[in-house]
């Protein structure tokens, strides 16, 4: 079964830092494509990065601010977010697709399964 759950959200002044932990519960993520996604108020669920394959991917906005990772044993997946904007407040949702892909990984149709968020304040 492919079961997950995203953690590590909280507030945080600008200029901070988080990292979020996507851990999966009974299975790995080696070899799946995982993406990492935000969902604002009033907005449309945005990709925010996501690996693929030998590529890790970002969206044009956290470019040089987030990085994504993995544990050794493929059982978690981070995503380390610095000099954080109140314009990344928003609900973060790690999402998992089983079959392989070709082509980007942005994109949220491509995903079978999603956690169930968590979430992300950068305020004053």
């Known amino acids: 079964e492919v079961q997950f759950v995203e953690s590590g959200g909280g507030l945080v002044q600008p200029g901070g830092s988080l990292r979020l932990s996507c851990a999966a519960s009974?299975?790995?993520?080696?070899?799946?494509?995982i993406g990492w996604f935000r969902q604002a108020p009033g907005k449309e669920r945005e990709g925010v990065s996501c690996?693929?394959?030998?590529?890790?991917y970002y969206t044009d906005s956290v470019k040089g601010r987030f990085t994504m990772s993995s544990a050794n044993a493929k059982n978690t997946v981070y995503l380390q977010m610095n000099s954080l904007k109140p314009e990344d407040t928003a609900v973060y949702y790690c999402?998992?697709?089983?079959?392989?892909?070709?082509?980007?990984?942005?994109?949220?149709?491509?995903?079978?399964?999603w956690g169930q968020g968590t979430q992300v304040t950068v305020s004053s």
């Open positions: 690996t693929s394959s030998v590529f890790t």
């Open positions: 999402a998992v697709r089983r079959a392989f892909l070709r082509g980007s990984c942005l994109v949220t149709g491509i995903y079978d399964y």
């Open positions: 009974g299975f790995t993520f080696d070899g799946y494509t």
